[in-house]
Each structure stands twice: as C-alpha cells, then as structure tokens.
C-alpha cells in the first residue's frame, strides 16, 4: 500500500520532498502555514503548526509525521508520539535544534568539541566571559534564529543590553568568536532502527548570515578532517537518537580542528548539491529514513558538485524570465524554483552544477546565479 508522509511546514524543503516522493511511490501531504506556499504542488492543507489539535487531525491521515521546519512546540510533538504516532525526527532529538543551549549543554556531555561557551543572564557574567575570551564573543538567542537573525558578534556587554531587555529572566548564549578558516557541514541520515549514511562532509560560504554557496565534496579536505566530520556527524545522530536526514555545521579553524556550531535535523541548504551530484539525494534519503526504508548511497556522481542560492532580487523582478535566461545561458546548470514570489535576500531557488573540477563547476553555477543579481 501506498505509504503517505506528513511534512509540516510548507516551504521549499517540502516541496523538494515531492519529486523524489513520486518516484519511490509515495505519497506526501504537506501541513502549510497558509495558501500557495513552495509545497503548494503537493496535497496541502493549511493549519496553524502550534495548535495540537490541528496537527492531530493532519496526522491521522499520515504514517508518518516529519517536518520542513524545526519550530513545532514540544509539547505537540510528544502529544503525537503518547498518540502512537511514528514522528521523525522526535521530540527528544529535535530539542537539541530548537534551542542552542541545550544543544551546546548535550554537546558537551557527550564529548564533541564545540567554541567556548556559556548561558548569561546578566551583562556582568557576558562582561566576565568576554573578559576571558579577548573581549570579543558571539552572542545567540537560544531559540527562534535563522540565517544569521539572533546572532550578533560583540566587544562590550552594553551591545546586547537590549537582549537582556527583551529576553529578561531567560539565558542569552554565547560563544568565543572562532577564528575559522572555512566552514563546513556534514550531513548524516539515521533510520530509526539504526542504519546510518553519512554523506561526504562539504564547504559552505555564509554571506550576511545566509548559506550563499557549496562546495561539495570539500575542496583540498585531508583525509583527517573528512573522517573526523563523519565520525562528528555519527556519533551526534546516534547519542541524540536523530532519525531522518540532519546536518551539522561546523567550523574548521587554522590548526585543522573541527567544532559544532549547531545542528538541522531536517534536510539542510548545505544538502541541496545531492539533487544533482549525489547518487541519493537529501531529500529522497530523508523520506526512506522516516520510513525506516533502506539507505540510498551518498557517494557523489562527479568529482565536483556547486550549488549557489538564488536570493530574490529586487521585489517585482522578473522571476521567470531570469531563471529562463539563466537556463539558456548555462545548459550544464540544474535550476530549482521554489516558487515563491521574489523579495530582497528571499531564498527563491538555487543552481547546482556537477563537473569534473570544482573550479568549472562553480564558474558555470555563479553564470547562471548571475542572472539573478
Ligand atoms: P543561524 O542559526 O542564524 O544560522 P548560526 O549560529 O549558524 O546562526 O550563526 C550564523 C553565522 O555566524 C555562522 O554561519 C558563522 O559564520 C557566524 N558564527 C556563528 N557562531 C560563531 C562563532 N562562535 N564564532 C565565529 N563566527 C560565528
């Protein structure tokens, strides 16, 4: 019998979901936040991710519950599981990404290196850890951020004055600013009852906080760091008991050590060059992990894959004609439309190419992201 997903949340990570979805015979279901999202292509219904009541009668009619997004409340998810519900990943796993202090608290006990850190709640403690850190340190909201929103770097505690305000009688996160060389991200997929793949660890480029390209697999990685960002990547989803696809991004520093900065347990930016240069993509393992069906394999097509987001350029441009001149212009480019309308620094789509060397593959994918600018 045909096996239906539930994705809650209805952005592009869902609708990336659909294609595989239909290949492997299964059916997707897609609770949005509201009409005409990414995830429109598929069954959808609207509905409101917080109220338990909602999510219940959407996941009635599912075998299994997983998500586009990381933001439904705890208390929904583990009314889901006392219902028998099989939800991928859990409420145990999925706290960990819904809020960096306990993240960085679990990270610790299980030994996996991570920056200097500690929860502030005053501006003398933040005073005393920059005190100990060279007066300069990376201050996190524990819950809610995103593309770099909820992340400030400061040098006195006076310029997160205004987070004690706001946040008062709750811990502010912070961390030593890492002197990295690049970063990284490795992702891993765990079923739920245990098998494990881990894709080859890859580079990525942050500009203003958000992912703007990947290189994949990580260009000039030594043999230590691919293995040691597996290792990393494997024994969080095992300890954490992470099920479905999950990333983790790290910070590779000048003395080759690598340490987490957070975690995705949902298919991540950096996992969008598998579409086209990975024998199973992201989103085709996630779907067999919540299924707990057998592993695709995660090794690469090509030598070198690129992929590089497509942000949405002045509102009102002309979309469609963009991504057709884009197409024309670099027939070796995979062009991904999520859909959406375009807004300044949106995420409307993203390019991969697949080549023999990395430097051809990004040339070709910046040609076709330039018609986008
Ligand atoms: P978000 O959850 O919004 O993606 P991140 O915690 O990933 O936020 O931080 C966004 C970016 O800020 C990172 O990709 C990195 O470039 C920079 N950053 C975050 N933490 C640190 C740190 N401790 N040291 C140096 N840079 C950091």
Redesign the pocket.
């Known amino acids: 019998m045909t096996k239906r997903v539930g994705v809650i949340g209805g952005g592009q990570l869902a609708r990336m979901m659909i294609a595989p979805a239909s290949e492997l015979g299964i059916e997707i279901r897609v609770l949005a936040e509201q009409n005409g999202m990414s995830a429109k292509l598929a069954a959808t219904a609207t509905g409101d991710y917080r109220d338990l009541g909602t999510v219940r009668a959407f996941a009635a009619d599912v075998d299994v519950v997983t998500f586009d997004h990381e933001h439904v409340p705890q208390q929904v998810l583990r009314a889901l599981v006392d219902d028998g519900m099989a939800v991928h990943p859990g409420p145990d796993a999925l706290q960990y990404a819904q809020d960096k202090l306990v993240m960085r608290q679990k990270l610790a006990e299980i030994g996996v290196p991570q920056?200097d850190w500690a929860g502030v709640s005053a501006p003398d403690e933040l005073q005393a850890f920059l005190d100990d850190h060279g007066g300069r340190a990376?201050v996190?909201t524990p819950r809610g951020?995103?593309?770099?929103?909820?992340?400030r770097m400061i040098a006195s505690a006076e310029e997160a004055a205004d987070w004690f305000e706001s946040f008062a009688g709750e811990r502010i996160l912070v961390?030593?600013?890492?002197d990295?060389r690049r970063?990284l991200a490795q992702q891993v997929a765990r079923r739920p009852s245990g098998e494990m793949v881990p894709y080859p660890v890859v580079e990525t480029v942050?500009k203003h906080?958000v992912c703007a390209e990947v290189f994949a697999p990580a260009p000039r990685a030594s043999e230590r760091t691919v293995e040691l960002a597996a290792r990393i990547g494997v024994t969080i989803a095992e300890q954490l008991g992470v099920t479905g696809v999950f990333a983790v991004?790290l910070?590779e520093t000048t003395d080759e050590r690598l340490l987490v900065?957070?975690l995705a347990m949902r298919p991540h930016n950096s996992g969008h060059w598998t579409q086209d240069g990975a024998v199973t993509s992201q989103f085709e393992q996630h779907l067999r992990a919540v299924l707990d069906l057998p592993l695709g394999s995660a090794d690469p097509v090509a030598e070198a894959t690129c992929m590089i987001n497509i942000l949405g350029g002045p509102a009102g441009a002309e979309i469609d004609d963009r991504f057709a001149r884009a197409m024309r212009a670099q027939p070796s480019a995979k062009i991904h439309t999520y859909g959406k309308s375009p807004r300044p620094g949106r995420k409307v789509g993203h390019v991969n190419v697949a080549s023999d060397s990395i430097d051809d593959a990004a040339y070709a994918a910046r040609a076709a992201a330039a018609h986008f600018d």
């Open positions: 920056p990376v996190k951020g995103y593309d770099g929103k909820g992340v961390e030593e600013l890492v990295f970063e942050q906080g991004e910070f900065n957070e």
